[in-house]
């Protein structure tokens, strides 16, 4: 759900407040995503030949070691 509020200069201000949302999900648009916690997959699901076949952490060393892929 998403709330946002206006601010409009007429003679006085006005508050317009719009709520959006998708009824109660009846278009099946809650859906997880991989950024919530618990739906990140497992690297060994992210197969690509280009790589070795899956997605190694990127980086090795430094402040940046393991930051890039499957950090989270």
């Known amino acids: 759900m998403v709330y946002i509020e206006f601010r409009v200069e007429f003679n006085k ?3 317009f407040n719009i ?3 998708d009824g109660g ?3 099946k ?3 997880a995503h991989t950024d919530e916690p618990g739906n990140c ?3 060994s699901s992210a197969k690509g030949d280009y ?3 899956l997605c ?3 980086f090795t060393s430094d ?3 393991g930051k890039l892929c499957w950090d989270r």
């Open 19 to 21: 709520t959006v949302g």
């Open 56 to 58: 190694p952490y990127n």
């Open 25 to 27: 999900n009846h278009e």
């Open 13 to 15: 201000d006005y508050i």
């Open 63 to 65: 402040s940046t070691e």
């Open 41 to 43: 997959p497992k690297p």
């Open 51 to 53: 790589m070795g076949g």
């Open 29 to 31: 648009m809650a859906i």
